[in-house]
């Protein structure tokens, strides 16, 4: 007896850009074509125009989505907390998306979602007393510190299979009698320990805020 064969769900915008959101987070945003994404919902790659207008609307579209995922500074919140939770959410998303970060800061990808949180950091610097002087250079420290430390970050996220062959290559490379505290360094990276409880990020995060504290007005 013939089996049925399940309807084809109708393409929408929102299938296209989850599936192209898919496909960025486990094969990287270079796999992001439209004959692949055509594929993996079972349509021609010209259908897909009737609901996107090209690759790069596909890609502005994918990038509100993880911008979606964040949160701005709160005015509820005291400056520092609000600036801080803000910061650790957007460096969650992009942790979760790797290949966010660049496109987040090409000058192509420029979304109104980026607009709104770059403008509600400044909005919370200058709120919480900071001169205008003052809040452009925190600007500048704590979003080189969130894209930055992302973008460093997904260059540095391997597998275990290349770990494994990073430590060999590690140990051929660098001798402890050559390079003592960038041994020492090396050898905590395949090691387990207290440190690999603190966030490198935070760490960072904190420093500009503790710093930003001490040079703040009421300080």
């Known amino acids: 007896m013939a089996t049925e064969t399940q309807p084809r769900l109708p393409l929408?915008?929102?299938?296209?850009?989850?599936?192209?959101?898919?496909?960025?987070?486990?094969?990287?945003i270079e796999s992001v074509t439209m004959r692949k994404l055509g594929q993996l919902l079972g349509f021609e790659a010209m259908s897909l125009y009737n609901h996107v207008s090209n690759k790069n609307d596909v890609l502005d579209g994918i990038l509100d989505l993880v911008l979606a995922e964040t949160e701005p500074p709160s005015p509820e919140e005291d400056w520092v907390?609000?600036?801080?939770?803000?910061?650790?959410?957007?460096?969650?998303?992009?942790?979760?998306?790797?290949?966010?970060?660049?496109?987040?800061?090409?000058?192509?990808h420029v979304r109104p979602a980026r607009l709104q949180q770059m403008n509600a950091l400044l909005e919370q610097l200058r709120e919480a007393g900071f001169s205008a002087e003052t809040t452009y250079h925190a600007y500048h420290a704590l979003d080189g510190h969130i894209c930055g430390f992302s973008l460093w970050e997904a260059s540095h996220t391997y597998t275990a299979e290349e770990v494994s062959g990073f430590r060999e290559k590690f140990a051929e490379i660098?001798?402890?009698?050559?390079?003592?505290?960038?041994f020492d360094h090396g050898e905590q990276h395949f090691a387990e320990g207290p440190h690999r409880k603190v966030s490198a990020f935070e760490f960072g995060l904190?420093?500009?805020?503790?710093?930003l504290k001490k040079i703040h007005p009421d300080a």
């Open 206 to 211: 904190d420093l500009i805020l503790e710093g």
């Open 81 to 108: 907390a609000a600036i801080r939770n803000s910061a650790c959410s957007v460096h969650a998303a992009l942790r979760r998306h790797p290949w966010a970060a660049p496109l987040l800061m090409s000058p192509s």
């Open 12 to 28: 929408t915008r929102e299938r296209i850009l989850q599936a192209a959101l898919e496909v960025a987070d486990e094969q990287g």
């Open 174 to 182: 660098i001798r402890r009698d050559d390079y003592p505290y960038l």
